[in-house]
């Protein structure tokens, strides 16, 4: 902690009631990191009303919402990095330990940069009334779902995982025997060198794709096309693929992640395209990020 810096128990005191006074509408950036923050420290944040991650989320799902590429894009702004003030990797810096006059530019620049965005995004908003109403009444009410769902953990079955990863094991290792069948000869499966040899020299399918250096493609795309055209061992490399990515993700290693009470710690994506992979499993109970944009 630097020197002279500022108390918490003191700070915390001075900030409860406009915190907790929900006629004082807050406005955020990332505002579920802020609820999940100041819930470890027993304030029940009230008043939400805005998350400009959200608000630029509902507009456009596919592009980027963190502040540094809103604040470039709406506003033409370079915000400070992160990564400036309190560097990088292991020797990243908590918050506490920065000088209080740079801590204090940085955190005004983001209060700052956020009510400017909300200004640009929620205008753009209201001009398309079904967004609004996607943004009120399903949006920003996950916000807070989602925020006691990373503190309270996601409930795993750590024998049901174990009784999954033998099953998944013994599926494995029969789709690998079965592909070795159709190849008449054993290799390996993850060898992108062998892989091409097999399917495009020995067994003499289509090159759909090459690689940046001219060798046959064999990723998940080529692989899908070559399966709908009846060809057996892509279909079967797929499902060996698909088993091994299930395996060592999450009945391997979801058992690693959870607590005493059987919990797994989740991070969870709400402004990301891909709903499939909302949850982001961490180690610890509660997913901290040092930086919260």
């Not at 029940?44 to 963190?66: K, P, W």
């Not at 159709?182 to 499966?189: D, K, M, P, S, Y």
């Not at 899908?224 to 797929?238: F, R, S």
């Amino acid at each position: 902690m630097v020197k002279n810096q500022l108390n918490l128990t003191a700070c915390l005191s001075k900030l409860k009631p406009i915190l907790l006074n929900p006629e004082i509408k807050k406005i955020g950036q990332n505002i579920k990191y802020d609820l999940t923050i100041f819930a470890n420290y027993g304030i029940e944040l009230q008043g939400v009303a805005f998350d400009t991650m959200i608000e630029s989320y509902t507009q456009n799902s596919t592009g980027r919402h963190n502040m540094d590429d809103l604040a470039a894009r709406y506003l033409g702004h370079k915000t400070i990095p992160f990564e400036e003030l309190a560097g990088k990797g292991k020797n990243q810096l908590t918050f506490d330990k920065i000088e209080i006059a740079k801590a204090a530019e940085y955190a005004a620049e983001d209060a700052d940069v956020t009510m400017k965005l909300h200004q640009v995004l929620w205008e753009k908003l209201q001009q398309e009334p079904e967004l609004v109403k996607l943004f009120d009444e399903i949006e920003m009410p996950l916000v807070g779902v989602l925020s006691r769902i990373e503190r309270n953990g996601v409930l795993i079955d750590p024998k049901k995982l174990l009784t999954q990863s033998a099953e998944i094991e013994k599926r494995l290792e029969e789709v690998e025997t079965l592909v070795h069948a159709e190849a008449g000869q054993t290799f390996n499966l993850a060898s992108t060198k062998q892989l091409q040899e097999i399917l495009f020299e020995k067994l003499g399918l289509p090159v759909l794709k090459k690689t940046p250096k001219g060798a046959p493609s064999t990723n998940e795309e080529v692989l899908d096309e070559l399966a709908q055209q009846g060809h057996l061992v892509p279909k079967l490399l797929m499902e060996h693929r698909g088993l091994s990515k299930l395996k060592s993700t999450y009945t391997d290693k979801l058992p690693q992640l959870i607590n005493k009470k059987n919990r797994a710690g989740a991070y969870l994506l709400q402004s990301s395209s891909h709903r499939n992979r909302t949850p982001f499993f961490q180690r610890s109970e509660f997913a901290e990020h040092s930086d919260p944009q």
